[in-house]
């Protein structure tokens, strides 16, 4: 009794483990003040789980696993049944119909699912397919290249595996090492870039794809419009602006 005593003149919380007899998932914890009512407890603790006040019984356990107390005072305070940080407190939900049963809250599997059909949801106005038809009919060319496979491929004519290059913005030089599509990347053309320098963001492969083989950090997968092909020779990393 005079470790309740003690508890119960401090004001300092006390942190619990919360378990619930229905709910096998749930799994929360939570500050108490030991000077709170097991009522004003269980008020707390129907906001988190569900369960009614009324159908709510209390068990204390210590941090072994063993049971300290049953709860069944609801005018006690808290402190009167010596928790301690680190104990667990389990909810024993005893309405039969409660909604915490049947797994109603855990398994999505038992929640009937709402199903229209495609004429119902055709005469929707407020649907996503109503909003993107509208998207695509205030700016069709844009949603054009946004789904096109072939996007710049003409720009791609020109290009083959071993040009020298530069790329923009920056003016970076490198050497193209892949030319085509990268699904992961985007719709359309790509073209791989091995920089002269460690500008890259990779080694040629990104999102698990291996494109080329490049050292790290002198990859880079660009949009063919970035890039320019020619006479681009490495440049001299020693070469003065001016004599």
Request: aromatic share 10%.
């Amino acid at each position: 009794m005079a470790t309740s005593l003690l508890q119960m003149e401090g004001d300092d919380s006390v942190h619990l483990h919360i378990t619930h007899s229905n709910l096998k998932s749930f799994s929360a914890d939570v500050r108490f003040s030991p000077q709170m009512s097991v009522e004003a407890v269980k008020e707390k603790l129907w906001k988190k789980c569900g369960t009614s006040v009324n159908s709510m019984a209390l068990e204390l356990y210590d941090e072994s696993g063993s049971k300290v107390a049953l709860l069944s005072d609801d005018a006690r305070p808290l402190g009167f049944f010596s928790p301690f940080d680190g104990f667990r407190l389990h909810i024993i939900d005893l309405d039969p119909s409660s909604v915490t049963t049947g797994g109603w809250l855990e398994d999505t599997s038992l929640v009937e699912k709402y199903n229209i059909s495609e004429e119902d949801y055709a005469k929707r106005t407020d649907s996503f397919r109503k909003f993107k038809e509208k998207r695509v009919s205030q700016n069709p060319v844009a949603a054009e290249a946004k789904t096109k496979e072939n996007h710049m491929e003409d720009l791609c004519a020109n290009f083959k595996v071993g040009d020298r290059c530069q790329v923009e913005p920056g003016e970076k030089r490198g050497m193209v090492k892949y030319v085509g599509r990268a699904e992961s990347l985007g719709p359309g053309y790509w073209v791989g870039i091995q920089y002269d320098e460690p500008l890259g963001k990779h080694d040629g492969m990104v999102k698990g794809t291996r494109f080329f083989e490049c050292p790290p950090l002198h990859g880079g997968m660009v949009r063919p419009d970035k890039v320019k092909v020619g006479d681009y020779p490495e440049r001299d990393p020693f070469e003065e602006d001016e004599i």
